[in-house]
Each structure stands twice: as C-alpha cells, then as structure tokens.
C-alpha cells in the first residue's frame, strides 16, 4: 500500500477515537479481570508458557515441555500451581524462551512486552499514515500485551520479511518457523527469489540442527508425536472452550465438523481468489487471507491485518462507500467481536479482503 496517497477527508475525530478506544475495552476488560480476580492461571498466561518451557530447558528438562502432562507439573514447580495449559512451540523457540528464563517473571514479562511492542512498532512505522504510536494499540495488539502471546513479534517478522529481499528475507522467514502456519504467504511470497528461498532453507535447518544439539532429539520427538497430537485435539474439540472464541475461522466458528470443514474450504478459496486477483503483494490483504484460509488461528495474532484496517480506513476515507467502511470497522473489531459472535467473523473478514484488494488495484 502506498501510505504517501491522500485520499483527501480523513475519518471524522469522534469516529476515530472510538474505534480504537472500543478496539482496546476487550483487552482491558481482560486485565482489570486478570487483576481483581484469579483466573487460574498467572498474568500473561501465554508468556507464562515460554517461561515455563525455558526454565525447563536452562535445567537441561527441555523434553518435559513437550509432553503436556509433565509440562503442567513444570508449571506448577514455577507458579506453585497446577495450570491446564501447554506448550505449543517447535524446540527451536526454545532458543527464544531460555534467556527470558533467566529473569524473575515479572521482569521477564515486562521485557517481552517491550522487545514485542518495540520491534512491532519499528516494523510497522514505515506503512504508518497516522500516528505510529497506535500500530501497537489495535485490538490485536492490545491482547497480546494482556497475555504476551507471539503476535506482535510475529507481525514485526511478517512486516520485515515483505520490506525485505533476497537472503535477508529468507533469514527472516526462518525466525518465523517457531510458528509456521502463520507464514503461509510468507513461504509463498519466497518462492520468486531462489536467494530468498535458499537462505530460508539453510536458516530453519540451522534452527533445527542447533535445537537438537542444546536440548537433544528427544525434544523434537516429543514435539512431533505429542505436542502436534494435543493440537489436532484441541482443534476438533466438540465442547464450548473459551478459546474458541478467540479464533476466527470457519472451521471454529461453525462446529469443527464437516459442514464446518466444508465452509472453510469455501472461505480459503474466495480468500485465494481474491487474492489472485489483486496480483498486487500487499502484506496486510495476505494477513487478512491468512485468517480465511487457515484454520488454526487466534484473533490476537491479528497485529498486522488489524493495523491494515485502520490504514485503509484512513487513507481511502474519502473514496470508501459507507458499506465498505463498516466492513472495515467490524474487521478492526474482529479480536472482540469473536468473543460474542465468532460465527460472523469470517464473513467480516472476507469483506474487508475484498475491499482491500479493490483499493489495492485503484
């Protein structure tokens, strides 16, 4: 997108001041919940995994994270407290966890957030019309302050990579392997570089070769044949979790069953469709497909489509139609109105991928 074009008349101030102040309530809602009342689990409760999992590996246990009955008991040896979570990573981000693991928790979480939010920040700066400040204060982003989740180091990674060219894109698109169902596009944005591609290659071997090494095979067998089995059933459950409410795709949305399957391949192809069309590598419409076509996705790693809501709303106020400028206002709204609707939420995002690419082509 090219954030120098004016489209003349910007948002109206009251209107632009409630999106963002309603993108934030549900993260705050979340912390002042967090705060006042035990959750059952502690503060940042996404970064309490890391923490666990790379105090695990310092003590030269880092195959227990990868088994998620002993991980628990890992977690209550830090917490003083057995909590039903688990950690979902690849060992290689284990190289990422282990130096947080090293600080008292809380330091550890102030500093995670601040690395995240910085380099989200550094990497969103460029595409920014309007304040900067606020790339790292949308929905998505808020969340993963709330709960130090990888998203804003993801969309930092994700920005980067599509800035970049040549083996420097292809080092990056190896740092994005410790979760790599979010780099769909990034893999195939790759492909038309074979420097990019090599170096990504030699980068994520390096990665895996390195994480054997420091915390033996066993970490990898483990990943392989428990932690990616926990995930398939965590995603095909059939009762009401919470964090089904967090997740925006079809598949979630509609029952996790056939039919469910059925109209997530229907939103994957419209959201490939009009991705083709377009023909124009635009990172934030690839981050809005990303969430139509795969289905093991969470709103708070939303950080960069988000961000592209609020460009476009900004920039194109002036040509935007009024239905085009609600779409683009739900899409913002997304991370919360999962949490009540999630049904909706992939008919939200296909409008909004589809007023993205229109833009993108005039």
């Known amino acids: ?17 409630c ?18 009342r035990d959750s059952g689990a502690p503060p940042g409760r996404d970064f309490a995994n890391l923490y666990t999992a790379g105090k695990l590996a310092l003590q030269g246990r880092a195959w227990e994270a990868f088994d998620p009955d002993v991980f628990r008991f890992g977690m209550r040896e830090v917490f003083g407290k057995f909590i039903m979570q688990n950690y979902s990573y690849p060992p290689h981000a284990l190289l990422l966890a282990a130096p947080f693991a090293l600080l008292p928790y809380w330091v550890a979480f102030a500093a995670w957030t601040a690395l995240s939010v910085g380099l989200f920040y550094s990497a969103a700066r460029p595409h920014m019309p309007f304040a900067p400040a606020l790339a790292v204060l949308t929905p998505a982003a808020a969340l993963n302050v709330w709960n130090g989740h990888y998203g804003l180091l993801l969309g930092a990674l994700w ?23 979010m780099g769909l596009f990034v893999g195939i944005a790759a492909l038309r570089n074979w420097r990019t591609v090599a170096a990504a290659l030699a980068g994520m071997l390096a990665l895996v070769a390195l994480s054997a090494i420091l915390f033996e095979p066993a970490s990898w067998y483990g990943f392989v044949n ?83 809501y609020a460009i476009v709303l900004w920039r194109d106020w002036k040509l935007l139609s009024r239905f085009e400028k609600t779409a683009l206002t739900l899409a913002f709204l997304v991370p919360n109105i999962t949490l009540g609707l999630p049904a909706l939420a992939p008919f939200i995002l296909l409008t909004a991928l589809w007023v993205q690419t229109r833009m993108d082509r005039t």
């Open 19 to 36: 999106l963002w102040l309603v993108g934030m309530s549900f993260a705050l809602v979340l912390v002042f919940y967090d705060l006042t």
């Open 1 to 17: 997108m090219d954030v120098e074009s004016s489209a003349g008349r910007r948002p109206p101030f009251v209107y632009w001041a």
């Open 159 to 181: 920005l980067f990579f599509f800035a970049s060219r040549g083996a420097k894109a292809g080092w990056i698109a190896a740092l994005m392997t410790i979760k790599p169902h």
């Open 226 to 308: 428990n932690t990616l089995s926990e995930q398939t059933e965590i995603l095909t459950r059939q009762n009401a979790e919470f964090y089904f409410r967090l997740m925006p795709s079809a598949y979630t949305a509609f029952g996790r069953g056939n039919a469910a399957m059925a109209l997530q391949l229907i939103f994957a192809g419209a959201a490939g469709w009009l991705i083709f069309r377009s023909r124009r590598i635009d990172p934030f419409a690839l981050a809005t497909a990303t969430f139509l076509i795969v289905p093991y996705v969470f709103v708070y790693d939303m950080t960069v489509a988000c961000l592209g």
